[in-house]
């Protein structure tokens, strides 16, 4: 294929790039004091809540922002963000669907999740949140009635202030890192799940996150607890509006499994990620981590990062139970300019515990895609295992993929796997597909998503199918 | 013979073709009707694969000069993949490995893009399997084959079985094989042999790129033709191969340089 016929081919569409024009209620730019408790008075915090809020608006003071990662970016002004932007509601804000903002309501059904019970999916509960806060949340009865607590974390901190006393900031403490600090000043809304003692969640769960206001950043919490013997599978999506200017995007998600439990948690991340040539973009430093606290306990995460100008992430499972398991599947593609810093930290702590790491990274472009991975076996861990494979594969000659992982065994007993390879979507192999008749485009979808098929299969089955679909629009026309 | 029949289903007329700076067809011509079975024979480096290449459309190689018309359409200006879906197969000499890519998904692929342009519906997968599962069987090939990636971690035999075996799902007028009996023992190749005689009918034709004439004794072709540094330097019929079989390539290209 020709280099025009090429470069006319890699443009790419983003399909959720429209604004909401709604009346919100926003603070100004900058970050003080008063700006953490007027988030905190906004949603009624108890003392505790408020006090650990201002401890880490001090400590972050004391923090730099950390420039290891393989990415380059523009200075970001923490002062030019306005840190609380939540649509505005009479009284007391919406008791049922029926007292949302239809505008609201019709956002989400643009966006391909409609709110209304019977439109939407029947095994699938969702919490929208909407730039600061949590504008509705699905099936909640049907939860409540198996005893599953799923709600914005707002009414968390109202009704089950017990269980945010006990869990918050156990696994990502307010000290942890930059973001994870500046996050736990300033968060606002984002969802809260608990399973209780031997229950099996009786559906998928899921929060859809939307930015939708300029000059904002989003700072979401979500903390999932998963009692003894319980299961359940979360998944979250993400959406922004298309503009020049970046918005920052500072996520902190705390898992906790229990004895015998299970957590999958799932992600298909597709901020806006800027324009051909990289104006604009979603800036998304997030921080992701479970525990598996209990023996037996079992933690996957599965992420489809397919949009952000910047991502910097890490989900990563401390093994402290005996026999205890994480898992890391990943799919990161970088497009355009988007640059990807990506990868997991595995720390085994107890006894017999495994993990395993597939991450396949996706470059296009003049995009920029990183592998950073640690397992680290303490000497408690003895018996622990894990596999890491990762693959890269490369379109065009402008883009890159780099791979650094961490290694650090102190354990004798461990046995530790490491696979890696870098490929080209090669000639031949187009051409064998275009010889039996399948286009250039299809030929290329294809050739990808069996590269990344080992992730996908971890997918819930209806995000499956949609992941394949917004990998295929992400990389439209990147033939190379 | 009647007119139609009389009328080559594929007719290459005096094909120059480079490749990396150097003429490596200079001026091929060849006619195959409906119903023939063709074998290009020659030494290695003689010009046959990139014939089967060109042919197919594979990117890389500049047609200097010559026209190649396929039921009388202009075959060059077609796309590769135009070209498979107005029938042209060709059975590659090293199949690539596609990882992850499921063999039966490509293949429902291809027949679907192809039916498509044949006007056909569609078929879905419980018509599709049943279709496959009756070449997989002619064909000696394990059901669970399907299931894998494309020519992921296949023998070389398995490689070839799997070509000829989309062949016979996709049902092409002109199939173009290249090669296909290298790497093969005499059982596989017994196997490949009646995969390719199941498609001999009077509405295709079938060029068989070989380097030896052991295959030939058992899918028996209609025209046996030398190519020889870039040139068609002989055609006769298959006793002309067993004639090469005996005397090599040496006495007939010496014969053309002179």
């Known amino acids: ?19 909401t024009d709604i009346d919100a209620d926003t603070v100004p730019p900058g970050l003080d004091e008063s700006v953490v408790r007027l988030i905190s008075r906004k949603k009624k915090e108890p003392q505790f809540l408020l006090d650990w809020r201002l ?10 922002e950390p420039h290891w990662a393989h990415l380059r970016y523009a200075p970001i002004d923490y002062n030019a963000i306005s840190y609380y932007s939540a649509p505005r509601q009479s009284g007391d804000g919406p008791k049922s669907l029926a007292d949302v903002d239809p505008k609201l309501l019709a956002t989400y059904d643009r966006l391909g999740v409609p709110l209304h019970e019977r439109a939407r999916l029947a095994g699938v509960a969702v919490d929208a949140v909407f730039d600061s806060v949590s504008v509705a949340t699905t099936f909640k009865d049907k939860l409540a009635a198996a005893g599953v607590i799923f709600c914005p974390f707002s009414e968390a901190v109202q009704r089950h202030p017990e269980l945010l006393e006990q869990y918050l900031g156990t696994v990502v403490p307010y000290t942890d890192n930059f973001y994870a600090t500046l996050n736990s000043a300033v968060f606002t809304d984002g969802s809260f799940v608990y399973v209780p003692p031997g229950v099996r969640c009786p559906m998928e769960l899921s929060t859809y996150f939307r930015i939708n206001a300029a000059n904002t950043g989003q700072f979401e919490r979500t903390l999932i607890i998963a009692d003894a013997g319980s299961y359940v599978s979360y998944l979250e999506g993400c959406t922004a509006p298309m503009r020049d200017e970046n918005q920052l995007h500072a996520a902190v998600v705390e898992l906790v499994a229990l004895d015998d439990a299970r957590i999958k948690y799932s992600t298909v991340q597709n901020w806006y990620p800027g324009d051909e040539q990289g104006r604009g973009g979603i800036y998304n430093f997030v921080t992701k981590r479970g525990e598996c606290r209990g023996r037996n306990s079992h933690i996957s995460w599965t992420q489809v990062e397919t949009g952000s100008a910047i991502t910097w992430k890490y989900p990563s499972c401390i093994l402290r139970g005996e026999n205890s398991i994480g898992e890391f599947y990943s799919v990161a593609t970088t497009n355009n300019y988007q640059q990807a810093d990506t990868g997991t930290k595995m720390i085994h702590i107890g006894a017999n515990t495994r993990s395993t790491i597939v991450s396949k990274g996706i470059s296009a472009g003049h995009g920029q895609n990183a592998y950073r991975g640690l397992v680290k076996i303490l000497p408690s861990a003895t018996g622990a295992r894990n596999f890491t494979q990762c693959d ?4 065009g000659k402008h883009c890159g993929a780099h791979t650094f992982p961490y290694l650090e065994v102190r354990n004798p007993s461990a046995i530790v796997e490491h696979e890696a390879s870098t490929s080209r979507i090669s000639e031949d192999q187009l051409f064998y597909c275009l010889q039996r008749g399948v286009g250039a485009e299809d030929a290329v979808n294809m050739i990808v998503s069996g590269f990344c098929r080992s992730v996908f299969k971890e997918l819930p089955m209806e995000f499956a199918v949609e992941a394949q679909a917004l990998l295929a629009v992400s990389l439209e026309g990147a033939v190379g | 013979m009647s007119d139609a029949a009389a009328q080559p289903m594929l007719e290459v007329r005096d094909l120059q073709v480079r490749v990396g700076g150097q003429i490596v067809l200079k001026g091929v011509s060849l006619a195959v009707r409906a119903g023939e079975v063709h074998a290009i024979m020659g030494p290695n480096g ?16 500049e047609i200097v000069s010559g026209s190649v018309s396929f039921e009388g359409r202009d075959l060059l200006a077609l796309a590769p993949e135009e070209r498979a879906r107005a029938g042209l197969f060709l059975g590659f000499q090293y199949p690539v490995e596609i990882p992850g890519v499921n063999n039966a998904y490509l293949l429902k692929t291809a027949l679907n893009a192809a039916r498509r342009e044949r006007r056909l519906p569609e078929l879905d997968a419980f018509e599709f399997l049943a279709l496959v599962r009756s070449k997989t069987q002619l064909m000696h090939i394990d059901e669970s084959f399907l299931g894998r990636g494309v020519n992921e971690g296949f023998s070389g035999g398995e490689k070839k ?35 390719v005689n199941s498609l001999r009918s009077p509405e295709r034709c079938i060029v068989l790129v070989t380097h030896y004439q052991r295959l030939l004794d058992h899918v028996v072709p209609d025209f046996v033709h030398v190519l020889a540094r870039g040139r068609i330097v002989r055609s006769g019929d298959r006793t002309l191969a067993l ?9 007939i290209t010496e014969q053309a340089a002179a």
């Not at chain 1, 001090?58 to 923090?63: A, G, K, M, N, Y």
């Not at chain 1, 890269?392 to 379109?395: A, F, Q």
């Not at chain 2, 010009?47 to 990117?59: I, N």
């Not at chain 2, 004639?243 to 006495?251: C, H, Q």
């Open chain 1, 55 to 64: 401890r880490a608006l001090s400590h972050w003071r004391t923090l730099r």
């Open chain 1, 392 to 395: 890269s594969l490369l379109m």
């Open chain 1, 1 to 19: 294929m020709s280099t025009p016929e090429l470069d006319a081919l890699v443009s790419r569409s983003y399909r959720h790039g429209f604004v």
């Open chain 2, 161 to 195: 079985r799997n070509e000829i075996l989309q062949m016979l799902v996709l049902e092409p007028k002109l199939s173009l094989l290249d090669e296909t009996d290298s790497g093969l023992d005499i059982d596989a190749l017994k196997v490949v042999a009646n995969g």
């Open chain 2, 46 to 61: 003689s010009g046959k694969s990139t014939l089967a290449y060109v042919l197919a459309g594979k990117p890389g190689y």
């Open chain 2, 243 to 251: 004639e090469l079989e005996k005397r090599g390539y040496d006495w």
